[in-house]
Structures are given as C-alpha cells and as structure tokens.
C-alpha cells in the first residue's frame, strides 16, 4: 500500500536511481536488490542514487544505502549519492549517521561530473 | 492556534512506521516548526516506532501539541508491552544494540529532541517520551 515505486533509468554508463520521498522499509529493501540486479544486467561503471526527494533519513536507510555503496563496489561499480536536502543533512550529523566512504554530490549534475573524472582512472589496463 | 493537534497510532507492521512519520510530520507542521525542526522530530519518530516494532513487535505511538508559557511544543509517546530494557544507561549509548539496528535510536532521538524520558521494566514493557519546543 505504501510501497512505492522506484525509478531506475541507465543513461550512457550510468545507473540512475531516484529515491521515493517517504519509503517503507520493504521498498529500501526492495532497492537494494533492483539495484544489484540491475548492475549485473546493464553493466554500468557507476551509480547515482538521487535523494534530493527524501525527506527522512533514518538509520534503516542510511544503513541500507550505505551497504548498496559497499555492494555495488564489490561488484565493480562506483556510487555517488546525490541532493540531499539541508534539513536531513542537519538531522543525519546529530543522529550520527555517516555514508562510510561513499562519494556524495550536490546534484546529479556534480554526481556524473564525478563518475566521469572518477571512471578513466579505473579503466587503465 | 486554538486547537492543539493530538492523536494516537497502533504500531503493528512497517507500514505503521511510514504512518507514524506522516502523523508526526502533518503535527509537527500544523504546530508551525520549521522544515529543519520538523525532519528532526519526524526521524525521531521513525527510530522509535523502528525500535517498538523491532523489539516488542506492537506498540501504541501518542503526539500531542503542548503550550508553555505561550510556547508551542509537541510530545511524542512510544508505549509497549514488549522484553523492556535491562539497562537503559547501556541503551542510551551510541553504538550498543542487542538487535541489528545500528545501536543509534536511543541516543540519536535524544539529540534530535529536546527532552527524552524513559521508562522500562524487564518483561513489562517500554515507554518512552519525548518533547520538542518551538524556539522563537
């Protein structure tokens, strides 16, 4: 009832995730999994998870992007998490929820100019 | 603001949880906090129905709006009938957890909030309260 549903597009290399305002636990969940399916079937160099629609960001969810980061990279991929809002900025540093290593952008715009500077270095033979 | 907003929500399922932030957010708003004031106390509110559901598996979450002093508040009450908490001091450090959460929701909520009371007893059950004050 509350799931919702998830946009997934692959643009040239990259996979572009858009994050639902309000999800349930089953769908982050449910994203994890789509998004490791969909590394395996499109083979993209990176990933953008675009949360500039999210509007809470608590442990559950923090914990399960930063977990698709550490996964997508065993798989070979890079993640940019890209537009979070101020306020869940403000709210994630006083829970004290971090992102582990993962690169984050103000937008998606910086999250491909990254993924594009980021990229050439790892394709080196 | 002449009636202050009040209600109360069975938390049963994680859907209750998405339920309970959208409560908390339309109180939270309606008693005029700011977007930053009301993310805090929406993500407060989903740590601790997380934690009722994950830990007693039911529970009852209560908002009321509070005036003090002509300041508005609101107040966020988690009640359950679940294991309670052995040590509370212990679960209200960062970092400990007896589940698989991240062992953030106790203290983190507190942070976010401006007041936080709890009161448990092992095999009884857990309440938890917390208060947020609109600052002027």
């Known amino acids: ?125 | 603001m002449s009636t202050l907003p009040q209600g109360k929500l069975r938390i049963s399922s994680e859907d209750d949880i998405v339920m309970a932030r959208r409560a908390v957010r339309e109180a939270a708003t309606h008693l005029s906090f700011g977007v930053t004031d009301v993310t805090r106390i929406v993500t407060a509110a989903s740590e601790l129905a997380r934690n009722v559901f994950l830990y007693a598996g039911s529970g009852v979450m209560r908002w009321s709006g509070l005036e003090r002093n002509g300041g508005a508040g609101i107040e966020l009450t988690f009640e359950d009938h679940g294991p309670g908490i052995a040590d509370v001091e212990q679960a209200m450090q960062a970092g400990y957890t007896t589940g698989a959460g991240l062992g953030l929701g106790l203290p983190g909520a507190k942070r976010l909030m401006d007041e936080m009371e709890i009161r448990s007893k092992v095999g009884d059950g857990t309440t938890v309260t917390l208060r947020k004050w609109l600052r002027r």
Do not use: C, H, W
């Not at chain 1, 998830?6 to 040239?12: A, L, Q, Y």
């Not at chain 1, 999800?23 to 969909?38: F, K, M, S, Y």
């Not at chain 1, 395996?40 to 399960?64: C, M, Q």
């Not at chain 1, 977990?67 to 809002?85: C, D, K, N, P, W």
């Open chain 1, 1 to 125: 009832m509350t799931n919702q549903s998830i946009s997934m597009v692959r643009v040239r290399e990259t996979l572009m995730v858009t994050m639902p305002a309000d999800p349930d636990d089953g769908t982050v969940t449910a994203i994890q999994d789509e998004v490791l399916r969909a590394m395996e079937r499109y083979r993209p160099k990176g990933l953008v998870l675009d949360i500039s629609a999210v509007e809470t960001l608590d442990s559950f969810f923090a914990r399960t992007v930063t977990e698709t980061s550490r996964m997508v990279a065993l798989m070979g991929g890079r993640t940019v998490i890209a537009g979070m809002r101020p306020s869940v900025a403000i709210t994630a540093t006083q829970l004290g929820l971090g992102l582990g290593n993962t690169l984050t952008a103000l937008n998606v715009d910086r999250a491909l100019d990254l993924l594009s500077n980021a990229l050439p270095r790892r394709q080196r033979p």
